[in-house]
């Protein structure tokens, strides 16, 4: 294993000075680089997604996966043998991502974390010369993403973010029919986030297993006792770690919901609602959420919901809709007036870069179906993972599909969502939705959630759930207006030698 002298690295790390790395006259520091050159890829967090991350990397002609970076020992004999078959080669193992962003001969970090690191790796990546693929949403909070992009910027880095609908021809076909105004004018783009979630239970605090590195696994998260809740997938659902469904799967279709807005970034105006129901466990998170945000000229609408399943005859439903003066579009099909079998969309130019299995506008079977449980959802992402690499050896980031800042903007309105339901307050359910009510799309959306409380049996009389707080936002500052608590939400408090810096300067 690569070795560094650990204190001398954080003494010139940005973990401790703010400074950048003193790279030179490697093959990441800027240069573009042949179409037969090798680029060498880290891919960190390699239990769950980052599997994809190998498969993908190793099977492209050109790249090769070099190392493979984990805080727990034990999921490198597996992985290790699917990069030899996939790839042909054995990749170094690290636990710790500092020990590899010292090594001149890596190009690139693919990030597959949990998501409170997804801000800090990036930074240093890029502090240290090396392009970056970091999965969604690339921050844990907004301050951390706003700094991941100012790295990008600074150290003129190829950074795309792991929202894969963006190299996806069809769903870039259908956001060009919005923007065309063929279909009337926008007036509401809706995302569903409605996946099977169930009860994690609960775990009690323990002795992390001896192959863990727990202290490193927290990283710039909170010090705190271990418990088997959260490695290796129900961190998500704990707010030190994760950003709840909204933030999982959801931020996939908040970002296309956002895309459909022309021009959009930040709202003007938040207002989320909601709960975690259905059971009582461990998880923080709410499991039902209802947000509306604001923009000048459309609202966006999203609805996550995690009470869902055939048994209770609730759909599982992760989709956009985009409804419009005239009617609404969905699935490659516009419905006039919201009404009758829908007519395929006109041809568009998109605009998106096509690379991959990606290679054509006209058809829907390059990717089927953009969905984590098939095939579809995968070529998608490899799309998104060649384009990527496309963009690293260009050294143009107009080439992505996914810059950084489009990431760090939708990644930051799931932020958004979950900043005004912290700061909600409990009332009973009575059935009626005080803001927005007269907005049809928001009034069914609560419709919605009503029904499958009574498919799933769970009493409305007397039910308490989380009215959130309307929050007021500047945009262009990234600060909510006269509101010292909701802007403290905006970052958290620095855990040293993790803490993400105030500024690059």
């Known amino acids: 294993m690569y070795q560094i002298d650990r204190r001398e690295f954080l003494k010139s790390s940005i973990a401790v000075t703010g400074g950048a790395f003193a790279i030179s006259g490697t093959k990441s520091s800027g240069n573009i680089l042949g179409a037969n050159e090798r680029i060498r890829v880290a891919v960190a967090g390699i239990h769950g997604r980052g599997g994809l991350h190998m498969d993908h990397f190793a099977k492209m002609k050109g790249v090769e996966v070099a190392y493979l970076v984990d805080p727990d020992n034990r999921v490198f004999g597996p992985s290790l043998k699917r990069v030899q078959k996939a790839g042909g080669n054995t990749p170094k193992t690290a636990k710790d991502i500092r020990e590899v962003l010292d090594d001149p001969t890596i190009n690139a970090v693919s990030i597959a974390t949990p998501n409170h690191w997804h801000s800090l790796m990036t930074i240093w990546a890029c502090q240290s010369g090396k392009d970056v693929y970091v999965e969604k949403p690339c921050s844990h ?50 995302g569903y986030c409605c996946k099977t979630r169930r009860s994690i239970g609960f775990r009690e605090t323990e002795n992390p297993p001896p192959a863990l590195d727990f202290n490193l696994w927290l990283g710039p998260a909170a010090t705190q006792p271990y418990h088997g809740n959260l490695v290796h997938y129900n961190w998500h659902w704990f707010w030190d770690f994760g950003n709840g469904d909204t933030g999982n799967q959801g931020v996939h279709e908040m970002d296309v919901a956002r895309w459909a807005i022309k021009g959009a970034t930040l709202p003007k105006r938040v207002f989320s609602l909601g709960g975690r129901f259905g059971y009582q466990d461990q998880g923080e998170t709410p499991n039902t959420q209802l947000t509306a945000y604001e923009y000048d000229d459309a609202l966006l609408l999203f609805e996550t919901r995690g009470l869902v399943g055939k048994k209770e005859g609730v759909a599982r439903i992760v989709q956009n809709e985009y409804y419009t003066t005239d009617g609404m579009i969905t699935d490659g099909k516009f419905y006039p007036h919201g009404h009758g079998e829908g007519e395929p969309l006109a041809q568009f130019e998109t605009g998106v870069a096509l690379a991959g299995p990606c290679t054509s506008v006209d058809s829907r079977t390059d990717v089927e179906r953009i969905d984590d449980q098939d095939s579809g959802y995968n070529r998608a992402a490899a799309c998104h993972l060649h384009n990527f690499i496309d963009a690293v050896r260009s050294r143009n980031t107009s080439d992505l599909n996914a810059d950084i800042e489009i990431g760090h903007y939708s990644s930051a309105l799931c932020h958004l969502s979950n900043i005004s339901y912290r700061l909600g307050t409990m009332e009973k359910w009575d059935g009626q939705l005080k803001r927005y009510g007269d907005n049809k799309q928001v009034a069914d959306a609560f419709e919605n959630i009503a029904d499958g409380f009574k498919k799933f049996q769970i009493p409305l009389n007397g039910l308490q759930y989380r009215v959130g707080r309307v929050l007021d936002f500047n945009p262009q500052l990234e600060r909510f207006i006269n509101d010292d608590e909701a802007n403290q939400l905006l970052t958290r408090p620095a855990r040293k030698p993790f803490d993400v810096p105030e500024t690059l300067g």
Do not use: C, D, M, W
Request: charged residues 25%; hydrophobic residues 40%; glycine residues 8%.
């Open 141 to 190: 909070n907004i301050h951390e993403g706003r700094i991941a992009v100012e790295a990008a910027r600074k150290f003129n880095r190829i950074v795309q973010h792991g929202t894969q609908q963006r190299s996806y021809p069809f769903r870039a076909n259908e956001i060009a029919a919005v923007h065309s105004g063929k279909y009337g004018k926008l007036l509401v783009a809706k």
